[in-house]
């Protein structure tokens, strides 16, 4: 094969990896995507084997799209066994719990729910509550929590506690 060949092959490569990166930089804002923390978690003890867990998290939609929710799920990583999956706690439930047992503490955001919108560029402060059938101990002495939020369209973002 001749030089002119090689040079007319990289500089071809060239142009379709700067067209490509170019599609790519320009529709970033059409992924849509959440970022978010976890702010504080609060525990309640039902009984001696059940506990309600409320998750307070900041979330911020960074794409060009809203996101709305299908659904959120909270997972429990105990310091020894196996994962525990949360039963969410409907609105009105933790509207209940907040207004009923102060030993839960002030209420400071509203809960996400489903078909809630988080507008594109926003960053919102919400909460979410989960039962799971585990002792109050347990939650205490956990690794972490995380939380699983699910757009209608399929996007999904887990977020982590990090102690």
């Given at each position: 094969?001749s030089?002119?060949f ?14 490509v ?13 959440l ?8 525990v ?13 998290f ?10 709305v ?38 209420k ?13 560029h ?12 585990v ?17 209608v369209?399929?996007?999904?973002v887990?977020i982590?506690?990090?102690?």
């Amino acid at each position: 094969m001749s030089k002119q060949f090689w040079i007319f092959l990289v500089l071809g490569l060239a142009v379709v990896g700067i067209v490509v990166s170019g599609v790519l930089v320009s529709t970033k804002g059409a992924h849509l995507d959440l970022t978010g923390q976890v702010l504080k978690v609060r525990v309640l003890a039902l009984n001696p084997k059940a506990s309600i867990v409320v998750v307070d998290f900041r979330v911020t939609n960074p794409s060009d799209v809203p996101f709305v929710v299908r659904s959120v799920e909270m997972k429990l990583d105990p310091r020894s066994g196996e994962t525990a999956d949360g039963k969410s706690i409907s609105k009105p439930d933790v509207e209940n719990v907040f207004k009923y047992e102060k030993l839960v503490g002030p209420k400071y955001n509203d809960v996400l729910s489903l078909q809630d919108r988080i507008d594109p560029h926003r960053t919102v402060d919400r909460m979410s509550g989960a039962r799971f059938e585990v002792p109050e101990a347990v939650v205490n002495n956990r690794k972490s929590i995380h939380l699983h939020i699910e757009d209608v369209d399929g996007a999904a973002v887990d977020i982590p506690e990090k102690k």
